[in-house]
């Protein structure tokens, strides 16, 4: 069996190719593989600071985000029309090759 794994731009344009792990949270994944994101409530959706930008290709293929995590959004800076909480997003190995972009400001 082939290894899961996502793509992960950081805030400074480098690119990195990480294990995944099915049924973890892609903010988890980010985070154990010592990436730059703050996360800073663990997940607990109340501090917009694992906000990401989801590859267009990718988009569709995520399940849409809930009421608590669009309001999550509304609080956050630098929102477009692919930005997800990361926190929010459970990996499954039919987002294998997941590709996401770490927005501005969730540097640790
Ligand atoms: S880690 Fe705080 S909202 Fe996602």
């Known amino acids: 069996m082939s290894e899961l794994y996502i793509n992960v731009i ?9 294990p995944a792990l099915d049924g973890w949270r892609v903010m988890e994944i980010i985070r154990d593989n010592d ?7 663990g997940g607990c959706l109340s501090c917009a600071t694992c906000h990401v930008y989801i590859d267009p290709v990718w988009v569709d293929k995520l399940y849409p985000p809930r009421d608590d995590e669009l309001e999550m959004l509304d609080d956050a800076f630098n929102v477009e029309d692919n930005s997800r909480l990361s926190c929010q997003l459970i990996f499954t190995p039919e987002l294998n090759g997941l590709k996401i972009i770490l927005a501005p400001g969730t540097e640790v």
Request: aromatic share 0%; with cysteine; hydrophobic share 25%.
């Open 10 to 18: 950081e805030q400074d344009g480098s690119e990195h190719k990480i």
């Open 35 to 41: 990436l730059n994101i703050k996360a800073e409530c």
